[in-house]
């Protein structure tokens, strides 16, 4: 079995660092395609050995550009390296430009394609992301998804459950294995004064630095958060706004707000590790924040991290002024509510998800249900039906019995439940999916 992974930006390598770390264990053939959609310094090959890792064995180069130029590029070269290579699967994650390029040119190929952190929705169609990943989801053969609200997503979007595997997020796997690199190697202590309370805060999304009302409270709210350190990474793109819209001076001057350099990946691992708090309007520091038991403030009105929230670990309070500063100060006022969120729950597992995305592709490949093949059940499919179940069956124990049904969806005393194949369902409701002929 040959497996291609392709990744364009920093957290994609970063999220499937741990995978390569597997597959290498295991011996298993693979490339590793690096489109080059954020190849500056954080992205050469400095990177990879600092985590450790093989250099990849393709570099697209893309650089900067249009999202249509940029995924118009990275689909053409990807397809030739596919042709080349013929993996058995290629392997992709998240929702860059990166994702939909290799997911298109897969697909166009029929050649398998395994999503990593699959499943996940904002419902924000204006976020670039979204279509990424609503595309690549379209386009995906089997689906890693971190949780089980992931997993619900795509059932509802008429996906097969049996395409679906709740693994958890390779974050969790990426924050044990990289905070023990950082440690031996970063130096970033030693460089800042992390006296005092201190608040890590990113800001780099569009939908707040390119705003002048939204990046204006933000600015404000920091500026009167005077009881914490905060250390502000600050990204190209946000200081050029803070100029433009008269806002920088006076953040540079607060003397309790150290605006540095965008920080390398380790350094920033260690600045969380060290932190009473952080800020951010990034999807991926929302994960690493629950994952090293730091509480979240998220600059945003909507995530597609909704588990964070749930568990208690992350809080959404937008943009206004007023907002984020009460919310910190309740949290920093009431150890209780400081305690709650910061022991909060991780939801997206224990570090072994990797481990778990390879065993299923494996069993799936040995199974020979990897290829992909025209569907011979289209004209046989009767439609969705709800049916009660009396009767003490598990989802697999309905599905061998009754051979023309699928378990779609689970309700339990009006919860909807993933249909894992060990679930009783004794006196709950379900969908099913009904077929005239045998599948």
């Not at 069956?393 to 009754?402: C, L, Q, W």
Request: proline fraction near 4%; charge should be negative; aromatic fraction near 6%.
């Amino acid at each position: 079995m040959k497996i291609a992974f392709i990744i364009g930006t920093r957290p994609e390598i970063i999220k499937m660092a741990p995978l390569l770390d597997e597959i290498e264990k295991r011996d298993i053939e693979h490339i590793l395609i690096h489109t080059g959609q954020h190849y500056d310094q954080e992205m050469s090959e400095q990177f990879f050995d600092d985590l450790k890792l093989s250099q990849p064995d393709y570099n697209i180069g893309v650089g900067s550009g249009s999202h249509g130029k940029q995924t118009a590029v990275m689909m053409e070269e990807i397809e030739k390296i596919l042709v080349d290579e013929a993996p058995d699967i290629v392997l992709v994650e998240g929702d860059t430009n990166a994702v939909l390029a290799g997911s298109i040119a897969a697909s166009k190929l029929h050649i398998p394609l395994g999503h990593v952190e699959a499943g996940l929705r904002s419902y924000d169609k204006t976020m670039p992301e979204e279509i990424n990943r609503v595309v690549a989801d379209v386009c995906t053969k089997l689906f890693f998804v971190p949780t089980e609200e992931s997993a619900l997503n795509l059932i509802f979007e008429g996906l097969n459950p049996h395409d679906i595997f709740i693994t958890g997020n390779t974050i969790v796997d990426a924050c044990i294995r990289n905070l023990k690199i950082a440690e031996e190697s970063s130096q970033i202590t030693s460089k800042l004064n992390l006296n005092g309370e201190v608040l890590i805060l990113t800001l780099h999304r569009a939908e707040n630095v390119d705003n002048a009302t939204r990046l204006q409270n933000i600015a404000e709210a920091i500026l009167e958060l005077d009881e914490l350190h905060i250390i502000f990474p600050v990204h190209p793109r946000t200081v050029k706004n803070l100029k433009k819209f008269g806002l920088y001076q006076a953040l540079e001057e607060a003397k309790h707000i150290q605006m540095i350099k965008p920080v390398g990946y380790l350094d920033f691992l260690i600045l969380l590790s060290r932190s009473k708090l952080v800020m951010t309007d990034s999807g991926g520091i929302q994960e690493e924040s629950i994952t090293l038991n730091l509480p979240c403030i998220t600059l945003r009105y909507n995530t597609e991290r909704p588990e964070t929230v749930t568990a208690g670990g992350n809080v959404l309070v937008g943009t206004e002024k007023e907002v984020i500063t009460e919310t910190i100060g309740k949290i920093l006022s009431d150890s209780d509510v400081y305690q709650k969120m910061k022991e909060a729950n991780n939801p997206y597992g224990d570090g072994k998800a990797a481990e778990k995305i390879i065993n299923a592709i494996i069993k799936v490949y040995y199974d020979n249900k990897l290829e992909i093949t025209p569907p011979e059940d289209i004209l046989s499919y009767e439609g969705h039906y709800l049916q009660k179940v009396d009767e003490k069956i598990t989802v697999a124990e309905f599905e061998r019995k009754n051979k023309y049904l699928r378990v779609r969806t689970v309700f339990d005393k009006g919860e909807a439940l993933f249909p894992h194949s060990s679930l009783q369902l004794k006196d709950k409701n379900i969908i099913i999916d009904r077929f005239s002929l045998q599948r």
